[in-house]
């Protein structure tokens, strides 16, 4: 492909350039906006993608102009690295070129997917295109790429469009470096590409008519129904064994997103982001509420596929025009992933078939494959910033830079809402949400995405990091890897993960506020304040033991948690007030006498005790179930005086947990001193501990951090103090992100053991 | 109880306690060892050590443990158990009374079994140095003509039967050493299965892969240990599994997974389905197999899971654990 070169009058001498540019400079478009500014300023030369990302030459006298507009303007799905220039001799070539993909080892990457652009959608319903309703419409700025892609480079014949042929049509967009599908390896049309097997009109009109449909999206199958039929949703939570965990909302646009929640600016920028996450915002409790049942807050998304606003389109009587794209439809939808019973994403259609047959009424197929599967990302606004609650489609795989070149290492996360993450260079790799490892299907995609990433990284990990506790999966697989492998305590890998995003070299102080992870005691850790120092990590506080009895048992039943509190400030004699129907309370009452059960430091469980002693929660049906709840409750945190005690590094919130039991405060108001007190306590807890090591910036991890109530108000109290509280960002700040601190503390290790094996060979 | 000086004397006491209790021909010999007839055909033999807290749990104690252990390992090979050895590490300063008991008892099991202890032997070490008595058996026996089970034999397709509830030993272990008390008291469920096994032999022959005794580590560790062994995956059903409302009540409480618990008079059988109905009938016939039931099947599996369907549909997988069964949820 070439055109000649328009001649620019220009007085500067000509020059050329070789000009390397690395980071995700593949597959978006790079090469027809170089071939546009190289028109633009009048130059020849080339443009080539190679195993280092993209090659450019160019020749000519405005050389200058093209470097400060390649700085200044950029595809929009580009990311760039690095620019290196170097001036080479001249070659005298008439016109600027795009030459073949070049082979190589890849230290390219392909980029995450993207929700369908503008300039798409207005083709989508412009009668005139030929793109028109066609639902798999995409361009070089839009559309899938990661959920598409087997390996790199990223090019049609390694991606599921390989089996689709190019109409003309399409080859000749394809080959036109002027078109916005210049290389877009995704083009398709009516006439030559992938195509849906049931029309949108249908699909909404059974909607309508409260149907449970499955729909193959992006990077997998969700579950669709009207979310202003409550009959519908609950059918949905029935079929799906789902019976109370919040669902997501997917609606035309903002303005029918405001019918349902309130987001504010910040959150409503993260909504339209191009990943297209659900995004946790104010609910005004309707459509149905069911959805998101004794929460405030509710997850909400836009379309980000064709067929999503194809559907939206259909909902609003196919109107012509574009007015309809910006105005308010009150037409909306549950669209949750199509994983029956907590198992991942269906992605393949006759998989779909046989999984869904007996949840949706209607499964909706296409003959593009899902090659990789990604679920929906969530996230939320914290603290004015987003932060994950799950990460995937859209983000992934886009790297978390390191700060620093280190070994390449493999991290396979813990047990629940699994990643894992890959290292190479100075870049962390960190995998999709994968789910948690307890069942086989997970741990197939565990495997799966494992593999996919060290392929597409084209890597060999030379260390590999898993969690301390001995019995899950993925520690199970690490010790068979025969690589150097380093256990690392949970709680210090939350903190790590955190020091690892923010680029923080040496000694780092946190708290990890959590659930559950081992101690190196074989204990049940969770509300850890520690210093970690590349691999290694020092104890300095905790909370005050609570009792566990029947150990995961209490994780899933808080009114257990409710009797260790009991316990904790001796009046278990008030057990059968508070829990008059818990068949087993008298049985635990007596072990916990006795001093029998095993002892927990979790801040998550802490939550469940105090939900249960205000009555909020006494079991649960999903994981984190009574903390929500109880957040939800809160208006405002207030603070009471005597709430704690700290006495050597332990946190002590008996004289709370002491005031909920037997003033009984209301709900809301126990919710109110609840994090009132917790964000207190916590505060004085980390500014003494802080003081005393000499820190100033302390990372705040866990998954009780996923609390925006007691992450904004810790991180307010921390400022006040005088502390830089780090949250975590670029990963999500619960066992979502461990695999990323478990990397970062392999990374050490193995540079630490290298150093000593070369001091070794020197002495 | 001493040893050392005086030790001599005490050495007699103790030898005198265990032949009084497990009195027999060979014991009454004396000898360094003990002489018998060898049956013709193929033999079994199995060790096994035994250390257990509490010694004494409701429905059984070490003696009577150590003795069903030994019966039980050479009859999962389909064999006749015939003769067992025995050894003793004592603790010093251990109660003679209690040793006395665990003897009787040791003696009693025996003697029920049919299979006689015919020689052992006694050490004392100084306090600290053991805790309370550690017993360790030996056993051998005879197997079948053309009997030939083992643990590699499982095959896809084939049926998985367990004898009974399971949990029952682990549970009353535990619930005595953390001093708990439930309104129907559980049993350990102690005993030897040769009997049953015999029972089974006849009714399904040649068609049986394999049994097992799923002991430390429960149900779960045994069945991936045959998984691993045979290459093939297992599909349990929650449902099928018998479990005492009392055992389940107890796990409940203290947090654990039956299928991770003790046995020590159950086993498993896996045997190729045409078979099964005939051999589940033999086992219900037996009042050690009452409860038996078909609770799966052994599937093909490369990854060689055993996964458990729950009675809503969904499955997970059942996993061996490295040692006492932590938390996982965080
Ligand atoms: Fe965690
Ligand atoms: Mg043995
Ligand atoms: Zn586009
Ligand atoms: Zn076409």
């Known amino acids: 492909m070439s055109v000649v070169a328009a001649t620019g009058a220009s007085r500067e001498p000509s020059a050329r350039l070789r000009i390397r540019l690395r980071g995700a400079v593949q597959g978006v478009g790079f090469r027809p906006f170089a071939y546009g500014l190289a028109a633009r300023y009048g130059l020849s030369g080339f443009a080539l993608n190679d195993g280092e990302g993209l090659l450019l030459e160019i020749e000519g006298a405005r050389h200058e102009d093209f470097l400060s507009a390649l700085r200044r303007e950029k595809p929009p799905l580009a990311t760039i690295d690095s620019i290196d220039v170097e001036r080479i001799d001249l070659c005298g070539d008439s016109d600027f070129s795009i030459r073949e993909s070049a082979g190589g080892r890849s230290q390219t990457r392909i980029v995450a997917d ?164 659900i995004v946790v915002v104010k609910s005004r409790g309707t459509p149905a509420p069911a959805i998101a049942p004794r929460l405030t807050r509710i997850g909400v998304m836009l379309p980000y596929a064709p067929l999503h606003h194809l559907l939206f389109h259909a909902a609003a009587g196919f109107p012509a025009g574009r007015d309809w794209r910006e105005e308010a439809n009150d037409f909306v939808i549950v669209a949750t992933s199509a994983n029956p019973g907590g198992e991942p994403l269906v992605v393949d259609d006759a998989d779909a078939r046989r999984r869904l047959s007996s949840i949706a009424d209607l499964i909706v197929g296409h003959d593009r494959a899902i090659v990789v599967r990604a679920d929906d990302s969530v996230a939320a606004v914290v603290d004015c910033a987003p932060a994950f609650l799950r990460r995937a489609r859209g983000y992934t795989p886009d790297p978390i830079d390191l700060g620093a070149d280190g070994p390449c290492v493999v991290a396979l996360g813990a047990h629940l809402k699994t990643t894992v993450t890959v290292t190479r260079g100075r870049e962390a790799f960190v995998s999709q949400h994968i789910g948690d490892l307890d069942d086989a299907e997970s741990v197939r995609f565990f495997d799966e995405t494992l593999r996919h990433l060290l392929s597409i990284l084209d890597v060999t990990p030379e260390a590999v990091a898993c969690d301390l506790h001995p019995d899950f999966y993925s520690t199970r697989l690490a010790e068979e890897m025969e690589l150097p492998l380093l256990r690392a305590q949970h709680h210090a890998a939350h903190v790590a993960a955190i020091a690892a995003e923010h680029g923080v070299s040496g000694p780092a102080l946190g708290v990890a506020l959590d659930g559950y992870g081992m101690g190196d005691d074989r204990g049940a850790w969770g509300g850890e304040l520690m210093r970690v120092d590349g691999s290694t990590w020092t104890r300095l506080g905790h909370l005050a033991p609570l009792a566990l009895p029947g150990g995961d048992r209490a994780a899933r039943e808080p009114w257990r948690m409710g009797m260790a509190a009991l316990a904790a400030i001796g009046r278990l004699e008030l057990a059968e007030r508070l829990f008059p129907e818990a068949a087993l309370a008298d049985k635990i009452a007596e072990s916990l006498r006795r001093g029998m059960a095993p002892k927990t430091t979790s801040m998550g469980r802490l939550f469940d005790a105090a939900a249960a002693l205000a009555g909020v929660c006494l079991e649960q049906r999903y994981e984190g179930q009574a903390a929500m709840e109880f957040e939800a409750l809160v208006e405002a945190p207030r603070t009471l005086p005597g709430a704690f005690a700290l006495r050597d590094g332990v946190l002590d919130f008996s004289p709370l947990l002491s005031l909920i039991a037997t003033e009984r405060p209301s709900p809301r108001e126990a919710a109110e001193f609840f994090h009132g007190a917790l964000i207190e306590g916590c505060a004085e807890w980390i500014a003494a501990t802080a003081q005393a090591q000499g820190h100033s910036r302390v990372a705040l991890g866990g998954g009780c951090m996923m609390n925006r109530i007691l992450a904004e108000g810790l991180v307010e109290a921390l400022r006040l103090r005088g502390l830089f509280p780090l949250l975590a960002r670029a990963v999500p700040c619960n066992d979502g992100g461990l695999s990323l601190g478990q990397a970062a503390m392999a990374r050490a290790a193995f540079a630490a053991a290298e150093r000593e094996k070369e001091s070794a060979a020197c002495a | 109880l001493s040893h050392g000086a005086g030790g001599r004397a005490m050495a007699q006491l103790i030898a005198d306690i265990f032949h009084t209790a497990l009195d027999n021909d060979w014991l009454r010999q004396g000898n360094d060892q003990s002489v018998f007839e060898a049956p013709k055909g193929r033999m079994a033999m199995t060790t096994d050590a035994f250390v257990v807290s509490p010694l004494f749990f409701p429905g059984g104690d070490i003696g009577s443990l150590a003795v069903h252990g030994a019966v039980n390992d050479i009859a999962m090979s389909g064999a006749k158990p015939l003769y067992l050895s025995a050894s003793f590490i004592i603790e010093e300063g251990f109660p003679l009374s209690d040793l006395a008991r665990i003897a009787e008892s040791m003696g009693a099991a025996s003697r029920a079994a049919g299979v006689p202890v015919i020689t052992g032997d006694t050490k004392v070490v100084e306090r600290g140095k053991a805790d309370g008595v550690f017993i360790t058996t030996t056993g051998v026996g005879a197997v079948p003509e053309g009997l030939d089970l083992s643990g590699d034999k499982a095959r896809p397709g084939d049926v998985l039967l367990v ?168």
């Open chain 1, 114 to 277: 993207a929700a369908t652009c503008e300039a798409c959608l207005d083709e989508l319903f412009d009668a005139t295109s030929r793109f028109h309703l066609y639902p798999f419409i995409t361009c070089t700025h839009c559309g899938p790429r990661f959920t598409i892609s087997s390996s790199l480079p990223y090019d049609r014949p390694q991606t599921s469009m390989a089996p689709f042929a190019m109409c003309a049509d399409c080859a000749r967009d394809y080959a036109d470096p002027r078109s916005r599908r210049f290389h877009a390896e995704t083009i398709a049309c009516p006439t030559c590409g992938p195509r849906l097997d049931v029309e949108p009109g249908v699909i909404v009109e059974r909607i309508r008519a409260g149907a449970i449909v499955a729909v193959k999206g992006i990077g997998g199958y969700h579950l669709m129904c009207d979310a202003r039929n409550a009959g519908a949703v609950a059918e949905l939570r029935r079929r799906k064994e789902r019976d109370a965990k919040p669902f997501a909302i997917m609606a035309a646009n903002a303005a029918s997103l405001a019918l349902f929640a309130e987001p504010t600016e910040a959150e409503l920028d993260l909504i339209q982001h191009r990943a297209r996450p």
């Open chain 2, 163 to 330: 004898s009974g509830s399971i949990g029952d030993h682990g549970v009353a272990v535990m619930s005595k050493r953390e001093n708990l008390e439930f309104d129907c008291e559980i049993l350990s469920d102690s005993a030897a299965l040769h009997g049953l096994v015999a029972d089974m032999v006849a009714a399904a022959g040649a068609a049986l892969r394999l049994m097992r005794d799923p002991t430390r580590g429960g149900l779960a560790a045994t069945l991936n240990e045959i998984a691993q062994q045979s290459r093939v995956g297992f599909r349990i059903e929650e449902a099928a599994i018998p479990v005492k409302p009392e055992v389940a009540a107890a796990c409940e409480l203290l947090g654990l997974d039956p299928l991770n618990v003790a046995n020590e008079g159950k086993l498993i059988a896996v045997v190729a389905p045409e078979a099964a109905p005939a051999l589940l009938e033999a086992m219900r016939a037996h009042p050690l197999g009452r409860d038996a039931a078909i609770i799966g099947a052994a599937v093909e599996d490369e990854r060689r899971f055993v996964q458990m369907t729950s009675s809503f549909g969904g499955a997970r997988i059942v996993d061996w654990l490295a040692g006492e069964q932590l938390p996982r949820i965080c």
